[in-house]
Every structure is written in structure tokens, then in C-alpha cells.
């Protein structure tokens, strides 16, 4: 594309006032905003995809956490794949698909080191936002690495119908999972997770999540619990824990929206008797097991292993509904906003 050709401007999302509770509409503003020159290094990237992600939440606070939170007024960002438009950097083409860290916009200047390649020969480009990108890799190491899943484990996997819990309870499987449990928030969701090889789910409205997952596990129990929800799915993993179980405490999607103070589990006291772990972790701390990862999915995905759901908002301009859905659970896999129809 020649310079003559190339946008002088990206229509964005910013963030117009930090939410109370649930995000509503006028926490958004879509705006259009110039972008600068391209410097030596740089790579000018017309987006394809944009992610919407739960932990975006907590950015939206101004609070002092791991990630910065989000400024006003300016656009927000995220995990994005798009197509290189323009380049002044030695590592990336025009015409190369890269994965990068600017999304909620159209186009995006980015370092080119800063910019990863998506390999759409392996998956489409999408995947690599989802089951090839942070969310398989969340999943990977939270269950491999954190949780120290071993074989003949039993796993009990909340959130289980979206983007990291499925890979989780597929990967299981695939491990020599002895028992595979999900939770899920509705019928369709839950015949999902038994179509993806689960050995067992059940939907949390319909009755005490504790009494469903002693049910679900029986006797044996369960050995490891990877946490997406927090609450009481927490609380219920901690009574069927075995001695010596695992929990990876990836997120707490329950209580992201919540203005007061949420109480703990009231049975913690159980980990001391039952000698159980308990790991948070973020998948920025895990990056060491990208190669690893990156190369056991891509043959999982192609030998049909594994399989990945995606929920797709076309426009820009549906960004903040898409992510106001993904907090009230309205997707199944990962959910993702489509820009440029194509890869």
C-alpha cells in the first residue's frame, strides 16, 4: 500500500468514565483519533480481530493491580491480530498477519518488536486470540505448570464453556484425565461441554454448585480445580478436593462487577487438613512455556484433539456490548470482535 494510500486516522474505543458495578454504554465513547507517523521499527496494522477479555474489568477501576489501569479518554487496549499495512521494521512484511497488543481500534501503530507472527498456515487468524494465542496458553500452563496436573487426576473446571475453561477440560482429557467436570451457565452450554469430551457438567443455576459437584464426582472426588469463577464455585471445590489437591486460580469472574466487598470462602480452613495448594497466577508469568505450548496445540488442533468455540460481534462500534456480554456469560469460547472480513 503506498504512502499516499495509507489512514491518517483510526476510529477507537475510549474509555469515557470508569464504571460503578456493571459497565454500561456511556462508560464507551467511539471516537476517531489521527495516528502518527510511522518511526524506524514500526509497523502500521490493520486490524482483523479484536479481544475482549474478562480481566479488562479491573483496568477500567482506577486501582492500583497488575496491568495499569485504563486512562480516560483514551482509547483502551487488548490482544488484536491484524494484517501489516505498512512497515519500517526488518522483522515484518506488508502483508504479514501479527498478533500485538493494541486493540478496541481500527488500526494500530505498533513496535515491531512488540508484534508477534500469527501463523495463518497452521489456524485462521482468530485462533491465535484464542486457542493458539494468550487464552491456550492461559489454559496450558495454568493446568500443566500451576495446577501440576498428572495423569489419572480428576479435574473440576468452572467457567467451563468459555474461552480457557474448555481448552482446560479438552487438555485434561488429552493428558489421561481420569474424570473431567465443567460448570457452565445454561443447557446449551453445558451439551456443549459434554460434546467436547467432558465426563460430566452441569449448569450452576440449577441448584447449589456443591451438592451438583459432589454428585458429578462421587466418591473419588476430585484432585485438581481450576478456578474462573471464584465464590462459590471456590468454596464447592475446596469440600471435594482430595488430600493433596491443586487449585490454579486463574480469575473470579463472579465478583469483577461487585461494588462491596466479596467474603471469602467460609471453609478456607479445609486446605490446612487437606494439605491443598492454592495458585494464582497470570499468564504473563508464563511465557517460558509459550514454545512448548505453541507447538503441542498446534498438533492438538490439527489431529482434531482439541476443538475451540468462538463468539463473534461484528463492528467496531459493538466492542463495549460484546464485553459487557462476555461478563454476563452471553459467550461460548472465546468472544471476539470482528473488524476486516477475511483471514
Known amino acids: 500500500m503506498s504512502l499516499g494510500t495509507l489512514p491518517a486516522t483510526t476510529r477507537e474505543i475510549q474509555l469515557a468514565s470508569r464504571p460503578v458495578g456493571r459497565p454500561a454504554d456511556e462508560n464507551f465513547r467511539l471516537a476517531?483519533?489521527?495516528?502518527?507517523?510511522?518511526?524506524?521499527?514500526?509497523?502500521?496494522?490493520?486490524?482483523l480481530y479484536i479481544s475482549v477479555d474478562p480481566y479488562m474489568r479491573g483496568r477500567m477501576n482506577d486501582a492500583k493491580s497488575y496491568s495499569a489501569p485504563f486512562a480516560l479518554d483514551k482509547a483502551l487496549d487488548g490482544g488484536a491480530v491484524g494484517e501489516v499495512i505498512a512497515s519500517?521494521?526488518?522483522?515484518?512484511?506488508?502483508?504479514?498477519?501479527?498478533?500485538?497488543?493494541?486493540?478496541?481500534?481500527?488500526?494500530?501503530?505498533?513496535?515491531?518488536?512488540?508484534?508477534k507472527p500469527a501463523r495463518t498456515d497452521l489456524a485462521p487468524a482468530s485462533a491465535f486470540l484464542g486457542a493458539l494465542g494468550m487464552t491456550g496458553?492461559?489454559?496450558?500452563?495454568?493446568?500443566l505448570k500451576v495446577a501440576e496436573f498428572k495423569t489419572g487426576d480428576a479435574v473440576f473446571v468452572s467457567g467451563a464453556a468459555g474461552a480457557v475453561g474448555s481448552l482446560v477440560g479438552?487438555?485434561?482429557?488429552?493428558?489421561?484425565?481420569?474424570?473431567?467436570?465443567?460448570?457452565a451457565g445454561s443447557p446449551a452450554k453445558v451439551a456443549r461441554l459434554l460434546e467436547l469430551g467432558f465426563d460430566a457438567a452441569f449448569d450452576?443455576?440449577?441448584?447449589?454448585v456443591r451438592e451438583q459437584l459432589e454428585k458429578a464426582a462421587g466418591p473419588a472426588g476430585i484432585d485438581v480445580y481450576f478456578d474462573n469463577v471464584g465464590?462459590?464455585?471456590?468454596?464447592?471445590?475446596?469440600?471435594?478436593?482430595n488430600v493433596g489437591g491443586r487449585v490454579a486460580m486463574c480469575g473470579a469472574i463472579a465478583q469483577y462487577n461487585s461494588?462491596?466487598?466479596?467474603?471469602?470462602?467460609?471453609?478456607?480452613?479445609?486446605?490446612?487438613?487437606?494439605?491443598?495448594?492454592?495458585?494464582?497466577?497470570?499468564?504473563?508469568?508464563?511465557?517460558?512455556?509459550?514454545?512448548?505450548f505453541a507447538a503441542t496445540m498446534a498438533g492438538w488442533l490439527a489431529d482434531g484433539t482439541v476443538q475451540y468455540d468462538e463468539t463473534i460481534v461484528d463492528g467496531l462500534e459493538n466492542a463495549p456490548q460484546a464485553f459487557m456480554d462476555l461478563l454476563d456469560g452471553a459467550n461460548t469460547g472465546k468472544m471476539l470482535v470482528r473488524l476486516q472480513s477475511g483471514l
Open 259 to 292: 461494588t462491596e466487598p466479596t467474603p471469602a470462602p467460609r471453609n478456607l480452613m479445609l486446605a490446612i487438613g487437606k494439605q491443598l495448594t492454592l495458585r494464582g497466577f497470570l499468564v504473563g508469568g508464563q511465557q517460558q512455556h509459550a514454545a512448548e
Open 231 to 241: 465464590g462459590e464455585h471456590l468454596e464447592a471445590a475446596l469440600a471435594a478436593l
Open 170 to 183: 479438552q487438555i485434561a482429557k488429552a493428558m489421561g484425565a481420569s474424570r473431567v467436570i465443567g460448570s
Open 204 to 208: 450452576y443455576h440449577d441448584g447449589p
Open 137 to 143: 496458553l492461559t489454559a496450558y500452563a495454568g493446568l
Open 88 to 115: 519500517r521494521s526488518p522483522e515484518h512484511r506488508e502483508g504479514d498477519v501479527v498478533v500485538h497488543g493494541l486493540g478496541w481500534r481500527e488500526y494500530a501503530v505498533v513496535d515491531g518488536g512488540a508484534a
Open 32 to 47: 476517531e483519533s489521527p495516528l502518527p507517523g510511522l518511526r524506524d521499527g514500526q509497523i502500521l496494522v490493520r486490524n
